[in-house]
């Protein structure tokens, strides 16, 4: 497994939506929110491919 690029510890379990770094937990993602001045979220207008265009991309970013 790929390690956390935050802390190097332990392997990652999330990517932020935003710049897509590879975090393992919350004190992490807290962290790197602040060191690299980062909202986490989702950019709703990136240009996305029509080859890489998908039903996940269509569906990210939504909440039920």
Do not use: A
């Not at 497994?1 to 392997?11: A, D, G, I, M, R």
Request: with cysteine; aromatic share 10%; glycine share 4%.
């Amino acid at each position: 497994n790929t390690p956390c690029e935050q802390c190097n510890q332990q392997p990652w379990k999330y990517k932020c939506p935003s710049c897509f770094l590879k975090t393992c937990s919350l004190p992490c993602v807290k962290q790197h929110r602040i060191d690299k001045e980062c909202s986490g979220e989702r950019s709703k207008t990136h240009y996305v491919s029509l080859k890489t265009y998908n039903e996940s991309t269509m569906m990210s970013g939504k909440y039920y």
